[in-house]
């Protein structure tokens, strides 16, 4: 039997579609220019596909050491920060997920309060200032080394697990090392694994922390290197349209502009398809509490 | 007296070896918490301790304690000071047009979703709609940039259609308008989720129910979706409340320019152009961080309260 539609059901297939390509075609059409050339980008801004692409945009970008090192700046932030977080924020999950004990209620609601309530931009400028790690990547691997709300996430997580395991362990002589590594995180591989994609996210989109702290732009991430290509070669848009050669220059601020945008934006792009069902088991992961 | 005396002393003993035999029973479960608590010390209340400068006159050469205590003066510029009146008030303005104008879209999507039947469609759609939540404001700028571009697409389809090119960004009116429209367009699809999470969790016996009852398509969302995702959508919508001073730096910071700048600045981006761009006075900006923060916190606070009279839980506890 065939399914019947309504037109009811044809309308909202269509709002839904249409909506769908508003998203989709924005990020489209920034690659397209990325491949296109200034005469062609002239004759067809509404593009559906460039029928001679061009690299130079890339060939630009990609000789320019800056986009290197802001790939390896970025790297070497997610080598350290990404591991180091997911521990760390697991460690603090399990002992605050165990059965109250002397302080644990007090700790909890210190780390919590650290949510709703912090220093602000410039005490925490002040504190990376003192503590010399201005200019170092450090500064930006310190900070958000330990989020409270992906720790709370775990610790829902952790809650989840009987305690029946835990009892059995320690009737055998385990002590609660050994129990949260042998037992707890080998349960809790689906949490880890949406964890450390919201922190390497995060990571890859990071740019305010190195801008407050980084002034040496070989030290800059990716974004923070995106962002200055963007934020410059918009002041030379109105000069290139102004111009009597216009037609003639290949390259444009444009095509530029969106090469550097999908350089940063691609490694995101190919692999979200995959891990997006991780994503989304973090939210149902129950509401986030204290 | 005396015996009650000797029992509260013994009672007090008693509780002494309590706890001393609970931090020796669970010394290992400390041992998991000290990174996260060196953590908080050494950055989280350590940063904390810096806000006594707002109550200071900062000299870079005494440091945060030697700085001479000046009380409320910051405060009382800052409330004198029109600029930041205007500033506040377009932070409130904004968020509030964010909570009118974004927050029900999400609502929307995810009711819609809903009721698509095609399995393929919905996941690719899916893919789609959250995708733009996992990119930064810089990237999504950059996009937007290109697409709003003077001879972009958007101003091309006007042009073809006789109108005239505008400078979409550069324009006050459109501005705030650009705002909201870009942030459902990069938000909405990720916050239906959790709304969507909500309506699979519905009874469908309570459609079935509805169905007999002779209720249609709408008749369905209006009388069972809606009532059953309530609670989801008024604690999502008491936590957005909570943040009403938090109106979107990210966002705000990468699309702003010259231009628009006034007509779209907030307290997080006052706040950067004072400290890093003028003269900076990091007292002042200390002080002006400060007053968000107690804000943001009170904010927090009564929310949570009202949630709980109205659901009956809170979002803190």
């Given at each position: 039997m065939k399914k019947k539609y309504t037109v009811g059901d044809i309308v909202l297939v269509t709002i839904l579609v249409a909506w769908g390509l508003l998203i989709f075609y924005p990020f489209y059409n920034s690659i397209l220019v990325s491949f296109m050339s200034q005469a062609e980008y002239m004759r067809?801004?509404?593009?559906?596909?460039?029928s001679k692409p061009i690299l130079v945009a890339y060939e630009e970008i990609l000789s320019d050491s800056k986009f290197f090192y802001g790939y390896k700046s970025t790297l070497t932030i997610m080598l350290f920060r990404l591991p180091l977080a997911v521990l760390i924020e697991c460690m603090m999950a399990y002992a605050l997920s165990?059965?109250?004990?002397?302080?644990s209620k007090i700790i909890n609601n210190m780390t919590v309060f650290t949510m709703y309530f912090g220093g602000g931009t410039i005490p925490t400028y002040l504190m990376i200032k003192s503590y010399g790690l201005?200019?170092?990547l450090a500064s930006v691997v310190v900070?958000?080394?330990?989020?409270v709300y992906n720790m709370i996430l775990i610790k829902n997580f952790f809650y989840g697990i009987p305690d029946s395991l835990e009892e059995s362990a320690k009737l055998d002589g385990a002590n609660d090392i050994r129990i949260f590594a042998q037992i707890y995180m080998p349960l809790a591989k689906p949490i880890i694994a949406t964890i450390s994609l919201f922190t390497a996210v995060a990571v890859w989109n990071e740019w305010y922390s190195a801008m407050l702290?980084?002034?040496?732009?070989?030290?800059?991430p990716l974004q923070l290197v995106l962002r200055e290509i963007i934020s410059n070669a918009t002041s030379t848009v109105k000069e290139d349209l102004s111009g009597e050669d216009l037609m003639l220059k290949e390259t444009f601020a444009l095509n530029v502009q969106m090469a550097a945008v999908v350089v940063t934006m691609l490694p995101i792009m190919l692999v979200y398809p995959f891990v997006q069902k991780y994503f989304m088991g973090g939210l149902t992961v129950g509401a986030v509490k204290g | 007296m005396k015996t009650s005396m000797a029992k509260q002393k013994k009672s007090k003993s008693l509780l002494r070896r309590e706890w001393v035999k609970s931090m020796v029973q669970n010394r290992y479960l400390y041992l998991l918490m000290l990174p996260a608590i060196i953590y908080l010390v050494m950055i989280s209340y350590r940063a904390m301790y810096g806000i006594l400068l707002a109550f200071k006159d900062y000299n870079p050469k005494l440091g945060i304690m030697g700085s001479e205590w000046i009380g409320l003066k910051h405060f009382k510029n800052m409330f004198t000071d029109p600029y930041f009146r205007h500033v506040l008030l377009n932070t409130i303005l904004i968020s509030f047009g964010r909570i009118i104008f974004t927050f029900p879209f999400a609502i929307i999507i995810a009711i819609a979703f809903n009721e698509l039947k095609q399995r393929h469609l919905k996941k690719t759609l899916q893919t789609i709609y959250t995708?733009?939540?996992?990119?930064s404001w810089v990237i999504v700028s950059g996009v937007i940039f290109n697409f709003l571009d003077y001879t972009g697409p958007v101003n091309s389809m006007v042009a073809a259609f006789g109108g005239e090119r505008k400078v979409f960004l550069g324009d006050k009116k459109l501005i705030t308008p650009i705002l909201y429209i870009t942030d459902i367009w990069k938000e909405s699809g990720w916050k239906s989720i959790i709304y969507l999470a909500a309506i699979t969790g519905i009874n469908s016996e309570l459609y079935e129910a509805a169905e007999l009852d002779g209720a249609g398509r709408w008749g369905k969302i209006w009388h069972v979706t809606l009532p059953c995702i309530r609670g989801t959508i008024l604690v999502m919508l008491t936590m957005r409340v909570g943040q009403?001073?938090?109106?979107?730096f990210d966002q705000i910071f990468n699309m702003s320019n010259t231009v628009v700048q006034s007509t779209i600045d907030i307290l997080d981006t006052y706040v950067y152009r004072i400290t890093?761009?003028?003269?900076?006075?990091f007292s002042y900006s200390t002080a002006v961080g400060l007053f968000k923060s107690v804000i943001g916190f009170t904010m927090v606070i009564l929310v949570n309260k009202l949630s709980k009279k109205m659901e009956g839980t809170g979002i803190l506890d």
């Open positions: 067809k801004p509404f593009a559906l596909w460039v165990r059965k109250p004990f002397f302080m201005m200019n170092s900070i958000g080394l330990f989020s702290y980084i002034s040496d732009s070989d030290k800059w | 995708f733009p939540h996992f990119l009403v001073l938090n109106a979107g890093f761009q003028q003269t900076p006075d």
